[in-house]
């Protein structure tokens, strides 16, 4: 079992249980004195009313091909917290005619798809639950978007694939792309993977986010990754 400490909106600390992997049945979350907070949201106020558990949200992002699902299905086989993959809330709701947006349009989804996740985000630390989120669609301004009431419930999660690493297991970074999901066919080059990665560590460096680099072995990279009762990663102090 796994005790997850942080501080609950108002100052007071709360304590909840995470039931490991061996576990078949009972709450994820116990013990969490109630707590109640008011955030102002542009022109809408929120009452966030009797917190009854101490929720943890994860974010997991950062380039296509970095194993973002991957980590979050080890996360879910481990913790047994369900996780959302954005890239299904994006398909649903271009197939469904909701948006005349393509998946081509990074850019522009990050933007439509954000706010729907970063409401998702808050309705489930009201709700006292566990989520994990994990996809591309995640700006590096996130934090801005939650007030101190919401932010020590949420975890962030940054994958950097280095050039090396890049340059040595290209053939297996491709292989490893079908080991959760069937990927449709889709082009994709060393120099794409290269460039993807260094926009988002220049993005996690300038916005001071913790990432993780993977330099040489994948699975060795995650593994303090999936202690989620330890600190989160700190954000490398040089470039590798």
Request: overall charge neutral; hydrophobic content about 35%.
């Amino acid at each position: 079992m796994i005790a997850d400490t942080r501080r609950a909106p108002g100052g007071r600390k709360t304590r909840s249980r995470l039931y490991d992997g061996g576990t078949a049945a009972g709450p994820l979350l116990s013990e969490t004195p109630s707590g109640i907070v008011m955030e102002r949201h542009g022109a809408n106020d929120r009452s966030v009313r009797e917190l009854e558990a101490a929720a943890l949200v994860i974010l997991i992002t950062g380039a296509t091909h970095t194993r973002k699902t991957m980590l979050a299905q080890k996360l879910l086989e481990k913790y047994k917290i369900p996780y959302l993959s954005i890239d299904h809330l994006k398909m649903g709701l271009i197939r469904s005619g909701h948006t005349s947006l393509t998946p081509q349009d990074d850019a522009a989804l990050t933007g439509y798809l954000w706010p729907i996740v970063r409401e998702m985000v808050k309705t489930a630390v009201e709700n006292g639950q566990h989520l994990i989120v994990e996809g591309c669609y995640i700006p590096f301004d996130w934090r801005r978007d939650f007030s101190q009431a919401y932010l020590p419930f949420i975890r962030f999660i940054g994958l950097v694939m280095t050039d090396g690493y890049i340059d040595a297991r290209f053939d297996d970074i491709l292989r490893h792309g079908c080991d959760i999901e069937k990927r449709l066919d889709e082009t994709c080059s060393p120099e794409a993977l290269k460039r993807d990665n260094r926009f988002y560590r220049e993005g996690f460096e300038t916005h001071g986010l913790p990432f993780t680099l993977i330099e040489t072995d994948y699975q060795s990279a995650i593994q303090p990754l999936l202690d989620i009762d330890g600190p989160p990663p700190a954000a490398p102090s040089a470039k590798a």
